[in-house]
């Protein structure tokens, strides 16, 4: 049984970090993609970030340059670190591994 708990987010002002992470298990996270999305009220779901079992990654443009992802095999857990938070950014935000399993969602909150 697989199983993808996420962990972090919270509520930060304009200009901080926050960190969201991905435990996940019952899969091989050694060979997974790990995606991440967020969502807000009375929209779709909507990608934000890739990293591939070799490391590579992707941004949408509107996060490049302050979001960056990390993983870590030993432990299965995927990290996105989210730098110079704005209030647009505020959203709930979806692990995804493989294209088939889903974290719970984090809330992350941008508000001054």
């Known amino acids: 049984q697989v199983r993808v708990v996420q962990s972090g987010g919270g509520l930060v002002q304009p200009g901080e970090s926050l960190r969201v992470s991905c435990a996940v298990s019952?899969?091989?996270?050694?060979?997974?993609?790990v995606k991440w999305f967020r969502q807000t009220p009375g929209k779709e779901r909507e990608w934000v970030a890739t990293i591939t079992a070799d490391g590579s990654t992707d941004f949408e443009d509107s996060v490049k340059g302050r979001f960056t992802l990390s993983r870590s095999w030993p432990r299965s857990t995927g990290h996105l670190q989210m730098n110079n938070l704005k209030p647009d950014d505020t959203a709930v935000y979806y692990c995804?591994?493989?294209?088939?399993?889903w974290g719970q969602g984090t809330q992350v909150t941008v508000s001054s």
């Open positions: 019952g899969f091989n996270f050694k060979i997974a993609t």
């Open positions: 995804n591994i493989q294209d088939r399993y």
